[in-house]
């Protein structure tokens, strides 16, 4: 119930949630022991529901309570039930050392193990709940036996070792779940065609298209799923067919595939770097009439596709704003009265745009990548102050800094996908 409740409310406090989980579990051990009065569950509900609603009320937040707290009976209690915050898209969660955790353990281990769920769950709230129940399960079980064992730092490294595919897994499916989430799987399709275009350029849209969509589907059956096997088994599935497919066309992705355990190749080939920018002469695409018919979407991702290889430093979040901006196109002309003319009139503005657009986003991106952060900050710096004549240092300051939280967050694979978008 605390991973659960954690899950559902990421931005309420300890506090909060322990409050309401108390009363969760309290009904459920009234009201479900045998002999409990038929009528326990509905009134202690009604109960819960009320107090919900009452200005003083422990219970986490929420922005639409109100709303709910106006119906009455089953209607109140069912939308009081569907209300849920947002999930985290940056993790707040930071495990602390060895040490530290073993000395918080053994002042209170009841409240060690009780914020430990909140603040891990909260965190990486879109990982499907088998897999959080299992790695909080197993991390509990790790410090309660290592804080009392005679060679703590040896137990810890073991011990973090046997749980690290577990771990990986919660980690990896939280951001995977979130873009499920925040895009849907046919925008995440072309989110994983874009990854592989830029880790293996040389490979057709024919190779890759299919591993897209095997990876989206393999994620929109898993991750609402409470079946503790459906990720690890389905992923492997899918990682053995990306092997079969590829790893003769490319050497990293041989290297990746050379493990025994699918999950750990999966994490190899999904932490692959872009590669090198291809030597091959950019031709200008046009958007033609071909993307309003049946198969209109897929269009719009062999468009993407292209691009992602022509320019494999360009991270998610562009791609993704292009990505969408074809969408509209396909929204307003398809249904034009003249479609041919509302594509000509979106391909000159898209045309104009595009390169600038692209241009900067390797430039800053590729600056990022490539050198250490004092330096990327200084070039930053440097870059802004030659287009900036006019400006305040002030301003000018202020800018650098936001450029280079963006391109910390936003340059790198696996970036916080609605964050992004908006910083983009």
Same mark, same amino acid.
């Given at each position: ?18 409050? $309401? ?5 309290? $009904? ?9 009065? @038929? ?56 495990? @602390? ?32 709940? @088998? ?25 810890? $490294?073991? !011990? ?21 989430? =925040?895009?849907?799987?046919?925008? =995440? ?88 920018? @291809?030597?091959?002469? =950019? ?75 692209? !241009? ?65």
């Amino acid at each position: 119930t605390m991973v659960a409740t954690s899950t559902k409310y990421s931005n309420a406090t300890f506090e909060e949630i322990s409050h $309401l989980v108390g009363e969760i579990v309290s $009904l459920a051990e009234t009201c479900c022991a045998e002999g409990a009065d @038929p009528s326990c569950y509905d009134t202690r509900s009604s109960a819960l529901s009320a107090k919900s609603c009452s200005d003083s009320s422990p219970f986490p937040s929420h922005p639409g309570t109100a709303g709910c707290c106006a119906h009455e009976g089953l209607e109140q209690k069912l939308c009081l039930a569907a209300l849920k915050h947002p999930p985290q898209e940056l993790p707040q969660y930071l495990q @602390p050392s060895n040490e530290e955790l073993c000395q918080a353990f053994k002042k209170d281990p009841k409240d060690f193990a009780d914020r430990f769920l909140h603040e891990y769950s909260s965190s990486y709230g879109q990982a499907p709940l @088998p897999l959080l129940l299992g790695s909080t399960t197993t991390f509990l079980s790790m410090v309660s036996t290592c804080c009392v064992s005679p060679a703590p730092n040896t137990c810890f $490294l073991k !011990e973090k070792l046997e749980r690290k595919t577990l771990s990986l897994l919660t980690l990896m499916s939280n951001r995977a779940c979130s873009r499920l989430a =925040v895009y849907g799987k046919d925008k =995440v399709t072309a989110s994983y065609l874009s990854s592989l275009a830029q880790k293996i350029p040389s490979a057709s849209f024919e190779d890759l298209y299919p591993l897209a969509e095997d990876a989206a589907e393999v994620f929109s059956q898993c991750c609402d799923s409470v079946d503790e096997d459906c990720l690890p088994k389905k992923l492997s599935a899918h990682t053995a067919k990306t092997c079969r497919a590829l790893m003769g066309q490319d050497e990293r992705f041989a290297t990746c595939c050379q493990g025994n355990n699918l999950v750990q190749n999966y994490f190899c080939i999904s932490a692959l770097p872009p590669a090198p920018i @291809p030597a091959q002469p =950019v031709v200008q695409k046009r958007i033609n009439s071909q993307i309003c018919n049946e198969e209109g979407t897929h269009h719009t991702k062999r468009y993407l596709f292209e691009l992602a290889q022509e320019h494999p430093s360009i991270p998610e979040a562009f791609l993704n704003n292009l990505y969408d901006t074809l969408e509209k196109v396909r929204e307003e002309c398809c249904t034009s009265k003249d479609t041919s003319a509302c594509l000509h009139s979106k391909q000159l503005q898209i045309g104009q745009g595009l390169p600038r657009f692209l !241009e900067k986003a390797d430039q800053l991106c590729g600056w990022y990548n490539q050198l250490n952060f004092l330096n990327f900050k200084k070039r930053l710096r440097e870059s802004l102050a030659q287009t900036m004549l006019e400006g305040s240092p002030e301003l000018l300051g202020k800018l650098v800094e936001q450029r280079a939280h963006f391109a910390s967050t936003c340059c790198s694979q696996n970036s916080p996908p609605l964050y992004c978008a908006a910083k983009v």
